[in-house]
């Protein structure tokens, strides 16, 4: 069975900072990988999502993340973190089955200090 | 647009108490999603519908039940609330249930039970 696994439960980053989230997934063969966020008393909104290729993908609002199999990560990163980035961040995994079977990760809080 | 919309926003129920949440798209999607979230679990899945007319379970169904009203509109229905219900409570869209298609979400919605 899939399952993802984010080590993070809480990061406190500064304004201007980079940013790491990390993501683990399990799975056989090559997953399909998704990165949400969750604003406070939001729904959540896709961040980026990684199917094939290029192993380095863009997002939204200036986030990248990079699949990098050897180690099964899909970690998140943006080079200068802004006070609105302060939000929820799951990670997510889809199997060779339909949209319906995402796993997701638990989150990780992420807190900006000025 | 307003993309997903569910409601109520809050809800307040006693142990045995029925309700239905309710949710809506206007993106003309196919599929929607019920998901559950609880703290340090990530999203669960309660039910899904591929298509008009049709509805499956996912990870956690007991103890709910779905209808899908029509393309626009998928219902989840508390036939006797429990404790273990409290949660946050998401509906999602999208086009398909192909491989890594984009899910789109609400806002949720808060339901504690007492």
């Known amino acids: 069975a899939q399952s993802v696994t984010q080590p993070d439960i809480h990061i406190t980053v500064s304004e201007g900072a980079s940013l790491e989230l990390r993501c683990n997934y399990s799975y056989g063969a090559t997953p399909y990988l998704f990165w949400y966020v969750q604003s406070p008393g939001q729904g959540l909104q896709l961040l980026l999502k990684?199917?094939?290729?290029?192993?380095l993908v863009q997002g939204i609002k200036g986030f990248e993340a990079e699949f990098k199999r050897s180690q099964s990560s899909f970690n998140l990163r943006k080079p200068s973190v802004h006070w609105s980035d302060a939000a929820e961040y799951f990670c997510?995994?889809?199997?060779?089955?339909?949209?319906?079977?995402?796993?997701f990760g638990t989150g990780t809080r992420l807190t900006i200090i000025p | 647009n307003a993309g997903v919309t569910q409601t109520p926003k809050f809800q307040v129920l006693k142990t045995g108490q029925s309700m239905t949440l309710q949710c809506a798209q206007d993106?003309?999607?196919?599929?929607m999603y019920w998901y559950r979230q609880d703290p340090g679990m990530g999203l669960r899945l309660i039910y899904y519908s591929a298509s008009e007319g049709t509805t499956d379970k996912g990870e956690v169904p007991n103890g709910y039940n779905v209808s899908r009203l029509n393309k626009r509109e998928f219902s989840l229905r508390l036939e006797s609330a429990a404790p273990s219900q409290t949660s946050v409570y998401f509906c999602a869209s999208s086009v398909g249930t192909g491989r890594g298609e984009t899910q789109y979400f609400g806002p949720g919605t808060r339901l504690l039970v007492l």
């Open positions: 993106m003309n999607h196919n599929s």
């Open positions: 997510a995994v889809g199997a060779n089955f339909g949209n319906e079977k995402l796993t």
């Open positions: 990684y199917f094939s290729g290029d192993t």
